[in-house]
């Protein structure tokens, strides 16, 4: 897929970012590569370099309003469809795949057994872990910048309207 300057596009586990231009850099002196220039949205003083030839392995376009919409409307509504596991290596080991991964159903997914498992830890007086804390975090940031940009809204308008939604 071919992407033009100010379009929007998801960089695997970095998040959305914008395509700032498209460029000829020659990194060995002999070759000159095609490359998107990036800024992701979560660091403006960041940039990314994506070679035109592999960026299909590494970019994919933001999802459509009606895939979020759909994702949102399909998220577990209870622990019951949790994908959690109680071995730590393997948790840690299902964070790191769906996080470098591409499968946002799986993101939102496994956003929803974090929350169910935070809830039911702290019912039970007992502390969330911090590797479990962080891959949350790190999987909501992913889905709340690309559901903000797709929806229009910023990312902490986001969570309210998918509790709205939600809701309902």
């Known amino acids: 897929m071919e992407y033009q300057m100010n379009d929007y596009v998801v960089y695997k586990s970095s998040g959305v970012c914008q395509v700032v231009s498209k460029e000829t850099q020659c990194p060995d002196g002999v070759t000159e590569i095609m490359y998107y220039k990036l800024k992701p949205l979560s660091d403006q003083n960041s940039t ?12 994919r376009p933001l999802l459509s309003r009606e895939e ?25 080991e299902m964070y790191a795949q769906i996080l470098k991964g591409d499968d946002q159903k799986a993101l939102v997914q496994l956003i929803s057994s974090l929350y169910f498992r935070k809830q039911s830890s702290e019912a039970n007086g007992k502390r969330f872990s911090s590797m479990d804390e ?4 790190n999987a909501e940031n992913l889905m709340l910048q690309e559901f903000g940009v797709v ?3 910023e990312p902490d308008m986001v969570r309210k309207f998918i509790d709205e939604r939600v809701n309902v």
């Open 48 to 59: 990314y370099y994506v070679p035109v030839a592999s960026a299909g392995e590494k970019l």
């Open 68 to 92: 979020v919409l759909d994702l949102i409307d399909g998220m577990p509504r209870s622990d019951e469809e949790s994908v959690w596991t109680d071995n730590r290596r393997e948790r840690r």
């Open 151 to 153: 929806l229009g809204l």
């Open 134 to 137: 962080n891959a949350m975090k």
